[in-house]
T-cell receptor, first 110, second 118 residues
Framework: GNSVTQMEGPVTLSEEAFLTINCTYT??????LFWYVQYPGEGLQLLLK?????DKGSNKGFEATYRKETTSFHLEKGSVQVSDSAVYFC?????????FGKGTRLHILP | DADVTQTPRNRITKTGKRIMLECSQT?????MYWYRQDPGLGLRLIYY???????NKGEISDGYSVSRQAQAKFSLSLESAIPNQTALYFC?????????????????FGEGSRLTVL
């Protein structure tokens, strides 16, 4: 079946550090891939998405590239801010369902 | 006003009680979902509905039931609550991806309903 695996947290970084959160997936066919972010006390919101191989999604300085050959969709940001502290979820859409990874909690220290 | 509204936001109840969580949306989306969030387990799909006459079980539907009263309303019921149903519950909506493919697009979430079963 379809599944998403993302790196476990928590991840703690200093402000302005480089961020990578790894995400790999298993799916039949050609899923669409997403990163969602959940700020404290809020629901999830879409951060970025990619719908086909080699697409790059980007938003708020975050980027992720759909890599079919490695079945990956790693999230990156060049310089994180304290306001980026949140839980990040990788997700895939296939077979009329959206499946989430377990989430990675990110702490950014000033 | 929020596009996806959940009520109640917080609820404490006792084992064996019947509980209903309600969700309404103003986005005009056909597809609605109920997810459960537990620490370390991410979000797990309970039920989903593609229109008023279409209800589907997700990966953890046991102990839950749903009702799609209208396009804009989708409620989740726990007929007899038990402590391991203590969790944060999210309602979400979606439409097709651009291009009209039969694939769920972006999900729009409510703010969540925190349920505690004692």
């Amino acid at each position: 079946g379809n599944s998403v695996t993302q790196m476990e947290g928590p991840v703690t970084l200093s402000e302005e550090a480089f961020l990578t959160i790894n995400c790999t997936y298993t799916a039949t066919g050609y899923p669409s891939l997403f990163w969602y972010v959940q700020y404290p006390g809020e629901g999830l919101q879409l951060l970025l998405k990619a719908t086909k191989a080699d697409d790059k999604g980007s938003n708020k300085g975050f980027e992720a590239t759909y890599r079919k050959e490695t079945t990956s969709f790693h999230l990156e940001k060049g310089s994180v801010q304290v306001s980026d502290s949140a839980v990040y979820f990788c997700a895939l859409s296939a077979d009329d369902k959206i499946i989430f990874g377990k989430g990675t909690r990110l702490h950014i220290l000033p | 006003d929020a596009d996806v509204t959940q009520t109640p936001r917080n609820r404490i109840t006792k084992t064996g009680k019947r509980i209903m969580l309600e969700c309404s949306q103003t986005k005009g989306h056909d597809r609605m979902y109920w997810y459960r969030q537990d620490p370390g387990l991410g979000l797990r799909l309970i039920y989903y509905s593609f229109d008023v006459k279409d209800i589907n079980k997700g990966e953890i539907s046991d102990g839950y039931s749903v009702s799609r009263q209208a396009q804009a309303k989708f409620s989740l019921s726990l007929e007899s609550a038990i402590p391991n149903q203590t969790a944060l519950y999210f309602c979400a909506t979606s439409s097709f991806l651009a291009g009209g493919l039969s694939t769920p697009g972006e999900l729009f979430f409510g703010e969540g309903s925190r349920l505690t079963v004692l």
